[in-house]
């Protein structure tokens, strides 16, 4: 310990590692301190919790059609997580498990799409939309994503931990290739489900840019939506804004925290 | 009735062929080992009776049955696999009933059969835990125990027992052999183990690049090879072969030029042959000899191997009787009978 060489190193550690925490956690802090004051204190940037908070909920619970927009976002963000892990999960299963002349080729076109940037699909995704009458559905956001490049991506590489025996004793035991999948293969990959819930589950909650075109009516609207809505008024309420903003980040650290652990193996691949 | 036929089966992955055309007969209630080095074709052929490998062409009856398209689960067949594959979502008691479920059978049945094998197995204890919980050895019984639940007419083990260590597989060695006798079934069982090929078969399949080289029982192949392969392939410690030119009054072997080695079997004269003697096969009373100088000595107790050389480099692994004294550097004479050399022609078989 008496190197000072190394303890300067420790220093720099510590000083890098706080410089990092104070740059994840001060927003949220100022989220929360910004609810409880009022809008020109924040302004002024006023970093002690003040007195305002009931008055900032009471302005957006009236100024927001809460329950109506909460399912909405529940709802796309909900089915949508499901339908995707579904889909994309029974897509990376196949391309493991099954063998083909084309599979790699298959494979790595799906890859290259990843580059595609939404910014160029979004308009001919909008007139297919239009020409489905699917403009301002549930299902105008839901179906778009339920094919992901990347969670298919992400379940093929955790399906070769997957052990092939498994799905040959299934085979044995009598059972289709669907209950295999159901039966084996889902238990068998929950900590990879779970991981992929979080990822999909954050991105649709958090989806902005297609919602926005998609959804025209305030009812359809979701809080993501919502909440960016209330700072394009003249004079945004920020105190608001701030309650509002807690409401769209809290789903997302819940589920976070109660699948973390699970959401940790997966990411480190482990099928015991 | 349960017997297997197999007619001509091939199989290919591509332009690659890996069974290349196999004929066998199994009867009921045999038990038969494929035995072959890695990469021969034996867990192919045996997923192949299984159904997890489709067949590319020949038949395949199982009982009377062609089976060549029938599902895997409806063959009358139940598997063993080398890792064991059971679901670790579920307990022991869950693993083993799970084809039964799966069937529709009826609760109190399936509940019946768990105990059953649970029984036979000594697994009662357990039958709550998940795999994570079970060592290899109780994993391999539950492996075991999730086949005999389901009454197959044919068993199949695919290497069951290469992940254990020594000792239990010597202890599940014997434990299967029980079972055998217990469920009095077929059993078909691969390995690349001679050493479970002799203690377990009634019929050992020796493979090799997706051909069958011999069948037959233990002895008959211990005794009477029908190639170079086999000989080689069967037996610990291995057989020695030598290489010799045969001459009028008997063999000349490359390592041991002073000596004319009797023949056992008329060979013309001048003709290339390989010869093979067992390391048990010498003998300090036999009628022919090989001087040989002693390089390595391995005592086991029981006995003695001694590892010597002639002229040449190749070394000779020599069962001594169990001759204590022996010390590298000896000059040893190795005796033998010339009744127990087997000769082997150019082509790899046996000269008769």
Known sequence: ?272 | MSGLKLRNVKKSFGAVDVIKGVDLDIEDKQFVVFVGPSGCGKSTLLRMIAGLEQISSGDLFIGDKRMNEVDPAHRGIAMVFQSYALYPHMTVRENMGFALKFAGRPKEEIAKRVDEAARILELGKLLDRRPGQLSGGQRQRVAIGRAIVRHPDVFLFDEPLSNLDAELRVHMRIEIARLHKELNTTIIYVTHDQVEAMTLADKIVVLRDGIIEQAGSPLELYDDPDNLFVAGFIGSPKMNLLTGTAEAGGIRLADFPEHLVPSPVAVPAGTAVTVGIRPEHFDPTGSAALDTSVEIIEHLGGETYAYARGAGSNLLTIATDNNRTLKTGDRYQARFNPASLLVFGKDGKRLR
């Open chain 1, 1 to 272: 310990m008496s190197n000072p060489l190394a303890l300067l190193g420790r220093v720099a550690t510590y000083a890098l590692l706080i410089i990092a925490a104070f740059v994840s956690v001060f927003p949220f802090l100022w989220m929360l301190i910004g609810a409880t004051n009022y809008s020109a204190d924040i302004i002024k940037g006023k970093v002690t919790p003040g007195t305002a908070l009931l008055q900032n909920i009471s302005v957006f619970f009236n100024s927001v059609d809460m329950p109506r927009i909460l399912f909405n976002s529940f709802f796309i963000a909900g089915v949508g997580t499901a339908l995707t892990l579904l889909i994309s999960s029974l897509a990376g299963y196949g391309f493991e498990m099954f063998r083909s002349k084309f599979r790699e080729k298959v494979f790595g076109g799906l890859l290259l799409m990843l580059s595609i940037p939404f910014a160029a699909l979004m308009i001919p995704l909008f007139i297919m939309m239009a020409n489905f009458k699917m403009i301002n559905t549930y299902q105008a956001i839901i179906l778009p994503t339920v094919a992901s490049i990347f969670i298919i991506f992400y379940f093929r590489q955790a399906t070769k931990a997957f052990p092939h025996e498994l799905r040959d004793a299934a085979r044995i035991d009598g059972l289709k290739e669907w209950q295999i999948f159901l039966y084996v293969y889902m238990p068998v990959m929950r900590s990879t489900y779970a991981a992929a819930t979080i990822i999909v589950f954050m991105a649709n909650w958090n989806n902005y840019l297609w919602p926005l075109i998609v959804l025209q009516t305030n009812e359809m609207k979701t809080l993501t939506l919502v909440v960016a809505g209330l700072t394009s008024a003249y004079t945004p309420d920020f105190g608001v804004v701030m309650v509002g903003a807690i409401f769209a980040t809290l789903p997302t650290l819940v589920i976070f925290f109660l699948l973390q652990r699970r959401f940790v193996e997966g990411m480190l691949g482990a099928v015991k």
